[in-house]
T-cell receptor, first 115, second 112 residues
């Protein structure tokens, strides 16, 4: 069965420092991986995705993610954090049960950027 | 602007009452989804529909029902059979396989 794990409930980082939000996955085939961000009482916003190609994927708001097949990881990164990056981040993997875009989500990581 | 509209933003109901959450999209997407979000549990799939007049149960469909009579609309009914209905409900849609999901801004349902 497909699954995705976000091992950290919360990540704290100082403004201007690099940030990493971790994600590992388990799939039976080639993974389709996604990162979303959620601000309080709002829906999820798409940040970036990996389907195939370069292992380093660039997305919105200066975020990027590195796909590592051997470690089954897809960590979200940003070189310099902003206070406005503080939000809840979700990693997701496409569920291969049928020709759909059903996604399986991790439990989320709360990113707190201190000024 | 294209997008997904969920209404109402906040909904309060008494236990034992059915309630319907609205989801409308103007993105011309075939597929639509309902997720439930609870603190610390991520998002869990309730129902999804890939085409008009067809829908499938997700992982936590018990106590919920849906309809898909129009491409643009995918309403979710939370029935009195749902044991713990208080949650944040998110509707999403998508186009072709591999495309990201587009989410509405959610409905927060409180049942007392």
């Amino acid at each position: 069965a497909q699954s995705v794990a976000q091992p950290e409930d919360q990540v704290n980082v100082a403004e201007g420092n690099p940030l990493t939000v971790k994600c590992t996955y388990s799939v039976s085939g080639n993974p389709y991986l996604f990162w979303y961000v959620q601000y309080p009482n709002r829906g999820l916003q798409f940040l970036l995705k990996y389907i195939t190609g370069d292992n380093l994927v660039k997305g919105s708001y200066g975020f990027e993610a590195e796909f590592n097949k051997s470690q089954t990881s897809f960590h979200l990164k940003k070189p310099s954090a902003l206070v406005s990056d503080s939000a809840l981040y979700f990693c997701a993997v496409r569920d291969y049960g049928g020709a759909t875009n059903k996604l399986i989500f991790g439990t989320g990581t709360l990113l707190a950027v201190q000024p | 602007d294209g997008g997904i509209t969920q209404s109402p933003k906040y909904l309060f109901r008494k236990e034992g009452q059915n309630v319907t959450l609205s989801c409308e999209q103007n993105l011309n997407h075939d597929a639509m989804y309902w997720y439930r979000q609870d603190p610390g549990q991520g998002l869990r799939l309730i129902y999804y529909s890939q085409i008009v007049n067809d829908f499938q149960k997700g992982d936590i469909a018990e106590g919920y029902s849906v309809s898909r009579e129009k491409k643009e609309s995918f309403p979710l009914t939370v029935t009195s059979a749902q044991k713990n209905p208080t949650a944040f409900y998110l509707c999403a849609s998508t186009g072709r396989v591999g495309s990201p999901l587009h989410f509405g801004n959610g409905t927060r349902l409180t049942v007392t």
